[in-house]
């Protein structure tokens, strides 16, 4: 449930967003703009373009992670994040397995115009060059560069009934609750996630940013009881968040290589499906931190029945559902974090 006054601010933005039961509203363009496609900002946004097109953004639609898991459950609420413009959610009716190159608009993803195309002119978190008044109408709308602008797609109940469309009250996703939730300065998404007006929009795609981000330590804290110890520094919501998938795994080994765990943790977020509704069975996450210096852990003892030495760690971070692990690439599965021994 969300606090009050995070209540209204979202209550805010939900005038230029919509809840998960349709498409973005008051998608119109600018008399002066052709197209909803991002190439039509490219020659006066080069630089933003280009990080955009690298971004998870740009590939909402398209990334084999979201396919696959779209393949198993084809709902329409699910296009509503991944392929937000009523034009993107029209060349999709009744599909049920969403191939790249069905249409260049859908293959966009989250594009320009998903946050800055509304009522005929461009949304901007800040005042505009008088180059760019002359090129578009602009509006300045704060709440661009707040986290309830981001929380629409980013801060998503489980639904209670499909059709018609009604959510529960359980957050499938709650990093903007979350984010609310952290005591230190108050920062917003954008402080992390688009550093400098960047639209790279950095995330737990980035293996070098997970590397530098998180961490472990595994050891014996007594003849057989290990200690698993996973850190996160910087992170201004739990890990892992999002996707109720995520999850951070830390193997236990015999062989450095840890091909086949004696052992294995996983810290996230867990639900189960218990008579036609998804309920919380488990949170191992990471939580948000507390202090000034942005550090969080989590930690569980685990008794061992027989003591092997040497052991090795492994820790790695998954991103797909079980189900779909046989149609993903191992990339797509799972990414390398650390890895050492146990102490």
Not at 77 to 88: D, F
Not at 128 to 151: D, I, T, W, Y
Not at 204 to 217: I, M, N
Not at 285 to 295: D, H, M, T, V
Request: hydrophobic letters at 35%; a neutral charge.
């Amino acid at each position: 449930m969300l606090p009050p006054l995070l209540l209204h601010l979202v209550s805010l933005a939900l005038s230029l967003f919509a809840p998960a039961d349709a498409p973005l509203p008051r998608v119109v363009l600018p008399m002066q703009i052709r197209s909803l496609s991002a190439t039509t900002c490219r020659p006066c946004h080069e630089a933003q373009f280009l990080e955009w097109r690298g971004s998870r953004h740009s590939s909402a639609a398209t990334n084999d992670l979201f396919r696959a898991a779209f393949r198993q459950d084809p709902q329409d609420w699910c296009k509503h994040c991944h392929t937000p413009l009523p034009e993107q959610f029209s060349a999709l009716q009744s599909v049920s397995n969403i191939e790249p190159g069905r249409s260049a608009l859908v293959d966009e993803g989250v594009n320009c115009a998903a946050c800055h195309v509304r009522d005929g002119e461009i949304l901007a978190a800040r005042p505009a060059s008088p180059a760019a008044l002359r090129a578009h109408p602009l509006r300045v709308v704060p709440e661009l560069s707040s986290s309830v602008f981001c929380g629409n797609c980013h801060q998503v109940n489980w639904p209670l009934t499909l059709k018609p469309f009604h959510e529960s009250k359980l957050p499938m996703q709650n990093t903007l609750v979350e984010s609310h939730r952290v005591r230190h300065p108050v920062r917003s998404c954008q402080t992390c996630h688009m550093q400098n007006g960047s639209h790279r929009f950095p995330g737990g795609h980035d293996v070098e940013w997970l590397r530098q981000t998180l961490s472990a330590r595994i050891w014996w804290e007594s003849e057989r009881v290990l200690r698993v110890l996973v850190r996160a520094r910087g992170i201004g919501h739990k890990f892992p968040t999002g996707d109720p998938f995520r999850r951070l795994q830390a193997d236990v080994c015999e062989d450095p290589e840890c091909e086949e765990p004696l052992v294995s943790f996983s810290f996230g977020i867990f639900f189960q499906e218990r008579n036609g509704r998804q309920v919380l069975v488990r949170d191992t996450a990471i939580p948000p931190p507390q202090g000034r210096e942005l550090e969080s852990e989590r930690s569980i003892r685990y008794r061992m029945r027989v003591v092997h030495t040497p052991l090795f760690w492994r820790l790695r971070y998954a991103y797909a559902a079980p189900s779909t692990e046989h149609e993903l690439s191992p990339d797509d599965i799972a990414v390398e974090i650390g890895r050492g021994q146990v102490e």
